[in-house]
């Protein structure tokens, strides 16, 4: 079993940054893809970005250019660092992982493990 807990959300205003991480514990992580996805009220639950093991990286169009996803396999921690932020990427983030398929990356059922999610509010 993977246990993810998320930290690094809080309010912050419009232009402003944020670094989320992802704590992974009970076994390593380093061979499995990581993921961020983000639900706000009322919406379904959204990809945001994901890092396989071998560091390819993938992004929503939304977030392209002002999020960055990493890892670090030694700390068995994944981190989302959010600038630019906008009111419209106000929600809450979840942090995944799972050994996913390529064709997979981007969909949030084929990730197993999830923690409980950081809200993060861009005030404008």
């Known amino acids: 079993q993977v246990q993810l807990v998320e930290s690094g959300g809080g309010l912050v205003e419009a232009g402003g940054s944020l670094r989320l991480s992802c704590a992974a514990s009970?076994?390593?992580?380093?061979?499995?893809?990581m993921g961020w996805f983000r639900q706000a009220p009322g919406r379904e639950r959204e990809f945001v970005a994901a890092?396989?093991?071998?560091?390819?990286?993938y992004y929503a169009d939304s977030v392209k250019g002002r999020f960055t996803i990493s890892r670090d396999n030694s700390k068995n921690t994944g981190y989302l660092q959010m600038n630019s932020l906008k009111p419209e990427d106000t929600a809450v983030y979840y942090c995944?992982?799972?050994?996913?398929?390529?064709?997979?990356?981007?969909?949030?059922?084929?990730?197993?493990?999830w923690g409980q999610g950081t809200q993060v509010t861009v005030s404008s």
């Open positions: 890092i396989r093991a071998g560091g390819t990286t």
């Open positions: 995944a992982a799972d050994p996913v398929s390529l064709a997979r990356v981007l969909t949030a059922s084929a990730y197993d493990y």
């Open positions: 009970g076994r390593t992580v380093s061979t499995y893809t």
